[in-house]
């Protein structure tokens, strides 16, 4: 079965600050990884998807990285900004169904 | 206009009583889902229905039950609600299985 952590529970980061999110998951033959983020009383927001081919991907300030043979992803936002302050998700795809972590809280203060 | 829909957003209701969540996609997907995100904000699967057809039955309680009248719909019914029902139900669609996926606002569900 599929386990997938994210660590740190919670990060607070002036803002400016370069920052990096961490994903770890227990078994590599996943399809792909998709990262989004929830803001308070919202649904998810989708923000990359890397198959598992792929090494990494970049949107904007954004860039999420994979490692499938270690069971790692990571999401490295560049130039904090307050409004990134939400939680931050990973779901692997495989077994026919996303498995998702439990979210780093990240908050960026002015 | 939204992509996925869901209705209502709120729903305060009593133990026992039986209760509808509706869900719409406008964004021609095939697959749709069912995820239930408890007080600890970790989001679990329950259903996954790929052209109308149930492809992911988690173990959810009978009470549970999706309905897809469409490849557009996937509905949730619950009966004799419980108090450890309360949770915020989100609706998700994606192109196809294990494509990316786009969710809902979500609906916070109480039972008292």
């Known amino acids: 079965k599929q386990e997938v952590t994210q660590i740190p529970a919670a990060l607070s980061v002036p803002e400016g600050e370069n920052l990096v999110l961490n994903c770890s998951f227990t078994d590599s033959a996943i399809y792909n990884l998709q990262w989004f983020r929830q803001d308070p009383g919202k649904g998810l927001t989708s923000l990359l998807l890397?198959?598992?081919?792929?090494r990494e991907q970049t949107s904007g300030r954004l860039n999420a990285s994979l490692d499938k043979s270690s069971g790692r992803s990571t999401l490295y936002i560049a130039a904090s900004q307050p409004g990134d302050s939400a939680t931050y998700l990973c779901a692997v795809y495989n077994f026919n169904k996303f498995y998702f972590g439990s979210g780093t809280k990240l908050n960026v203060k002015p | 206009d939204t992509a996925v829909s869901q209705t209502p957003k709120y729903l305060v209701t009593q133990m026992g009583n039986d209760k509808s969540i509706k869900c719409e996609q406008n964004l021609g997907h095939d697959t749709m889902y069912w995820y239930k995100q408890d007080s600890k904000k970790f989001l679990k699967i329950m259903f996954s229905y790929n052209n109308k057809e149930l492809i992911i039955n988690e173990t959810v309680p009978n009470r549970f039950s999706p309905k897809s009248p469409d490849k557009a719909h996937l509905n949730l019914h619950i009966n004799s609600l419980e108090l450890g029902d309360s949770a915020v139900y989100f609706c998700a669609s994606s192109q196809g299985r294990g494509w990316e996926q786009y969710f809902g606002p979500g609906t916070r569900l109480t039972v008292t």
């Open positions: 890397i198959q598992s081919s792929q």
